[in-house]
């Protein structure tokens, strides 16, 4: 990278009222010449001031700003030549559009520069392909979307051919495909070598995009450094009320559980800590010491954590236990679940009686049967999944093999076909609405998947699916905030649990007044409810069964 250092502010000071409040305060900062910098801080911290500086659009009261090391010269020549060299891109467009159409809009920049318009014609008509501008070319400016918008005040920029270009805060206001759009663009310039200067809140996208971070706090560079060095600094983060990314936390939690190790570098992105996850899968594949039966049999053991409710059980696990029967027709198929509770509420009320896990293998063993293949239906591999391996393998010197299949989140792939399943599911949610699913939660660490995984929902783009957790984080409180944040139209809640049972009929969408239903609606929102649970989901059901059948691969 090009250590040539292309800005330069030596404490700027500038005020719009008086000399008491001071938007830039002392502000001195050096910026590399092809480098990604995101510019955070809280709102009035100073960082608009700043951009608005660095164009000439205001002139700091004291303190000097150098551009290739040269003092900025505030001349009308000077500035004309600064607006070509350093471009920025307000954060509503419409304080930026003023031309009749696209294409006059785009031409204006560079004619005003001097180009001819053969020139400038070959200008504009390059950005306008690069940008994917062609559509709407002739259209006039206000007659755009949002994301048309500010397609068109990035090529105004653009087509300057600028050295630095600054964003204030690139993605507001955006839906998801055009915050994709925009993303996209921001890498085609920094792969052009073009210094880019991006003003956002968002600290999962400056984690993982920018080689640099900037803190701003009260008009003052409070912090300048990587973003490992920034994100990781807990007390600079809580003075600019910034988390930290959700990586790094999830990082951080595995490695006080002891998970993984300290020692590893900084994961940048899920897909790094997803893989650092899976060097430590253990091997699945149990052996048992003694064959106590010179004819193999084969057995499936399906795990669940068992229902009450007898209508969804019918659509949910005895609707995946058939589809493990059909994967494996000349196996044996049992059923175990892990609920004591739930196992005797049903012997009492209804006198059906459901294996726990050590019954069924007691019953396997009775049977002959020589191999198991344990799948559970749990949704991640948390207490309940430990203590039915543990059940399991205090039967291991009866059985040839217990081979254990993984539970629904396992792997990085698990989590993009439950995305997909979802998505599948909701295919009619429209952008200006919100799909909130509630997942059980545990103080298991692998609690984390839930986090994750509503991380991995907006960076594939499904901005508008929230999920959370009864009785860990993301928590109702998280998701109320996130979820007013977004101002939908509407709130559509769904269980994100095998079963649609207790937790989705009254604690999602009960009327008492501290369920998720009657909190959504004292907040103002529309809300309907979706009692339909993960098993009755076709995606879902082929995991599960992509799962067991990876087992007879091994």
């Not at 002392?26 to 100073?46: D, F, H, P, T």
């Not at 003023?98 to 950005?127: C, H, P, T």
């Not at 105004?156 to 925009?182: F, K, N, Q, S, Y």
């Not at 299949?405 to 919100?434: C, Y």
Request: charged share 25%; glycine share 6%.
């Amino acid at each position: 990278m090009n250590e040539t250092v292309i800005l330069k502010a030596d404490n700027l000071v500038f005020s719009y009222d008086d000399d008491t409040t001071h938007s830039l305060n002392g502000l001195s900062l050096e910026i590399k010449k092809g480098q990604k910098i995101a510019v955070m801080g809280a709102n009035g911290s100073g960082k608009s001031t700043f951009f608005l500086c660095c164009t000439g659009i205001l002139k700091p009261q004291s303190g000097k700003l150098y551009f290739h090391g040269k003092e900025f010269s505030y001349t009308k020549k000077g500035l004309l030549d600064l607006r070509s060299k350093i471009g920025i891109v307000f954060q509503d467009p419409d304080n930026q559009l003023f031309s009749a159409s696209v294409y006059q809009e785009i031409s204006f920049g560079v004619l005003n520069l001097g180009f001819s318009e053969e020139e400038a014609k070959k200008e504009v008509e390059k950005v306008i392909e690069e940008l994917e501008i062609t559509p709407f070319r002739h259209k006039p400016t206000h007659a755009l979307s949002g994301g048309q918008k500010k397609q068109v005040s990035i090529a105004d920029i653009l087509v300057m051919h600028p050295e630095i270009i600054i964003l204030d805060e690139p993605a507001a206001a955006l839906d998801p495909r055009h915050t994709t759009m925009v993303n996209h663009i921001v890498d085609q310039m920094t792969e052009a070598g073009i210094t880019v200067l991006m003003a956002t809140h968002d600290v999962n996208y400056a984690y993982q995009w920018a080689d640099e971070v900037i803190l701003f706090h009260q008009g003052k560079v409070l912090m300048q450094g990587t973003p490992a060095q920034v994100f990781s600094n807990p007390t600079v983060l809580k003075q600019t009320n910034l988390e930290p990314p959700a990586v790094l936390e999830l990082f951080d939690s595995l490695c006080k559980k002891g998970i993984l190790k300290a020692s590893l570098p900084l994961p940048r992105n899920l897909k790094t800590l997803e893989q650092y996850i899976a060097q430590i899968h253990m091997n699945s594949y149990y052996g048992g010491k003694k064959t106590l039966n010179t004819e193999t049999k084969k057995a499936i053991l399906a795990v669940s954590f068992g229902t009450s409710h007898s209508d969804t059980r019918a659509v949910t696990i005895d609707a995946i236990e058939q589809d493990f029967q059909n994967a494996f027709p000349d196996y044996s198929l049992y059923r175990a679940w892990t609920s004591k509770m739930i196992i005797k509420k049903l012997k009492s009320r209804d006198n059906i009686h459901v294996n726990t896990v050590k019954e069924a293998m007691e019953q396997m063993r009775a049977d002959g049967i020589t191999d198991v293949l344990v799948q559970p239906t749990h949704v991640i591999n948390g207490i309940e999944n430990d203590l039915m391996k543990e059940d399991a393998l205090s039967y291991r010197e009866f059985f040839h093999s217990i081979s254990f299949g993984n539970p629904l989140l396992t792997t990085e792939e698990d989590s993009m076909e439950v995305i997909q399943a979802v998505a599948d599911e909701f295919s009619g949610l429209k952008e200006e609405e919100v799909l909130v699913l509630m997942g059980h939660g545990t103080t298991h660490y692998a609690n984390a998947i839930y986090a994750a995984l509503d991380y991995t929902f907006k960076d594939k783009g499904y901005k508008n699916i929230f999920l959370g957790t009864v009785e860990a984080y993301p928590s109702m409180e998280s998701l109320m905030r996130m979820v007013k944040e977004y101002n939908p139209s509407k709130v559509i809640l769904a269980p994100f649990m095998i079963v649609a049972g207790d937790h989705a009929k009254n604690d999602m969408a009960g009327d008492d007044p501290e369920s998720w239903y009657s909190q959504f609606k004292a907040a103002g929102f529309p809300v309907s409810t979706v009692v339909k649970g993960l098993g009755e989901y076709p995606g879902i059901r082929r995991l599960l069964v992509k799962h067991l059948t990876a087992l007879e691969a091994e």
